[in-house]
């Protein structure tokens, strides 16, 4: 495996529905180094988020295979990619996906649960998180009441619950305008500088210029 952090070999995603089937990725295969910076580009609808669904274990592929630090995904059943999960990879996404009912602390914390992390330190490593990404005085924040920059760094603060190796994420700059995006690309930097592996699906061209290697998808194929 060398020093590979993620591998797929020959991944296919074929999605069936009732009267047309989808080939959404054909034959995929990439290596990412442990501590690499990566994004993933392409057209919308190309297989960009099915191919970081799979790296992530959040799907499984119709054919090929998939490692993570040496292990292979296929090989595990639904719980071994839960505990996978809440262990080595976190995730963040364009929408954020914060619980609304709860404080930017609280909404960090729900990933420790999975991790069973003791009930004394939750709060206090979720508030350490926070002002890890700038945010120390919004701990007590409901989402209604940050921007959307500081709403996705507290997504990004909660995917760093756990202290993954691995960040995937998907258009995490989307929804953002230029100074809050500037922002969380600087933050991307910092984690990227502290040894962290980042997998970035993005139209961003400032994210892909960053990235130490890029990776284009097209009609489900790595070119």
């Known amino acids: 495996m ?33 501590g690499s910076f990566t994004a993933i580009v392409g057209p919308s609808g190309h297989g960009k988020s099915t191919l970081m669904h799979i790296i992530g274990g959040l799907d499984r592929p119709t054919e090929g295979t998939v490692f993570i630090n040496e292990q292979e995904l296929s090989r595990m059943d639904n719980a071994g990619l839960a505990k996978l999960r809440s262990e080595r990879i976190g995730f963040v996404f364009q929408f954020f996906n914060l619980l609304q009912n709860l404080t930017a602390a609280e909404n960090v914390e729900t990933a420790m649960l999975f991790a069973k992390v003791p009930e004394k330190e939750q709060g206090k490593r979720a508030r350490a998180l926070l002002e890890a990404v700038g945010l120390a005085d919004k701990a007590d924040a409901k ?12 997504a990004i603060a909660r995917a ?5 190796d691995i960040l995937l994420m998907d258009e995490p700059t989307g929804n953002l305008d230029s100074a ?3 922002g969380v690309l600087e933050l991307l930097r910092s984690l990227h500088q502290k040894g962290k592996t980042l997998v970035v699906v993005t139209h961003n061209a400032e994210i892909a210029r960053k990235a130490e290697q890029v990776i284009t998808i097209r009609d489900g194929r790595v070119l």
Do not use: C, F, H
């Open 2 to 34: 060398n020093n590979s952090i993620i591998k797929t070999r020959d991944i296919t995603k074929v999605y069936n529905g009732s009267s047309v089937q989808t080939q959404a990725l054909r034959g995929a295969s990439i290596d990412l180094p442990r």
């Open 180 to 182: 809050a995006e500037a």
């Open 143 to 154: 989402p209604g009441q940050l921007s959307g920059g500081q709403q996705q760094r507290v």
């Open 160 to 164: 760093l619950a756990n202290d993954p």
